[in-house]
């Protein structure tokens, strides 16, 4: 499968966005899906994961109330919709997909990397 993330850019604090992770060669269904984020001298942590169907969701706590991940498969594409953004929200977010049993929050949980896209948050 490959991942396209897109819908990044550069906001406000306070504002929102919503980044897209498109799948292709196979249908997004076939995996748990995770958003993780890498902000600049930082390393990579994970934002929130969904099941393949979309019923079971986990969130890091830093962005737990803010941040909702969703997925469209008849579309092929997980979401994140991130609101009430800081400061300390920018990074490079990544979509990433797995075919196990559970909601990783390990990046080595994954096998399929998108290529990132930048959210940059003014204060």
């Known amino acids: 499968v490959q991942l396209q993330a897109s819908g990044g850019g550069l906001v406000q604090a306070g504002d929102s966005l919503r980044l897209s992770c498109a799948a292709s060669g196979r249908p997004a269904s076939s995996y748990i899906m995770g958003w993780f984020r890498q902000a600049q001298g930082k390393e990579r942590e994970f934002v929130a994961a969904i099941s393949y169907s979309g019923g079971s969701t986990d969130y890091a706590d830093s962005v737990k109330g803010r941040f909702t991940i969703s997925r469209d498969n008849a579309k092929n594409t997980v979401y994140l919709q991130m609101n009430s953004l800081t400061p300390t929200d920018t990074a490079v977010y990544y979509c990433?997909?797995?075919?196990?049993?559970?909601?990783?929050?390990?990046?080595?949980?994954?096998?399929?990397w998108g290529q990132g896209t930048q959210v940059t948050v003014s204060s």
């Open positions: 990433a997909g797995q075919r196990g049993y559970g909601l990783g929050r390990q990046g080595d949980e994954y096998d399929y």
